[in-house]
Nanobody, 112 residues
Framework: QVQLVESGGGLVQAGGSLRLSCAASGNTFRSNTMGWYRQAPGNQREFVAI???????NYADSVKGRFTISRDNAKNTVYLQMNSLKPEDTAVYYC??????WGQGTQVTVSS
């Protein structure tokens, strides 16, 4: 089992920034993929960004150029730096690990 603990969500005005963190613990693997999805009210959960243990990244088109995913392998932690936030970024953000384990979610609200 892998446990994921997220932090860093909150309320911010449009144009502002937030940084999400997700720490993995338990039976973690040296080689793994971590990332973020989000789900807005009434919508399906959608992909945001992903990063491999080697540092390869991929982003949803809607966040390219505004969000940056990074990780600290020594800490089994992944980060999501979110800049130039828009009201449409409002959602619960979920961390995931190897496509199997999910965090509890952290709320991000962007006011206009």
């Amino acid at each position: 089992q892998v446990q994921l603990v997220e932090s860093g969500g909150g309320l911010v005005q449009a144009g502002g920034s937030l940084r999400l963190s997700c720490a993995a613990s338990g039976n973690t693997f040296r080689s793994n993929t971590m990332g973020w999805y989000r789900q807005a009210p009434g919508n399906q959960r959608e992909f945001v960004a992903i990063i491999s243990s080697g540092g390869s990244t991929n982003y949803a088109d809607s966040v390219k150029g505004r969000f940056t995913i990074s990780r600290d392998n020594a800490k089994n932690t992944v980060y999501l730096q979110m800049n130039s936030l828009k009201p449409e970024d409002t959602a619960v953000y979920y961390c995931y690990y190897n496509g199997v384990y999910w965090g509890q979610g952290t709320q991000v609200t962007v006011s206009s």
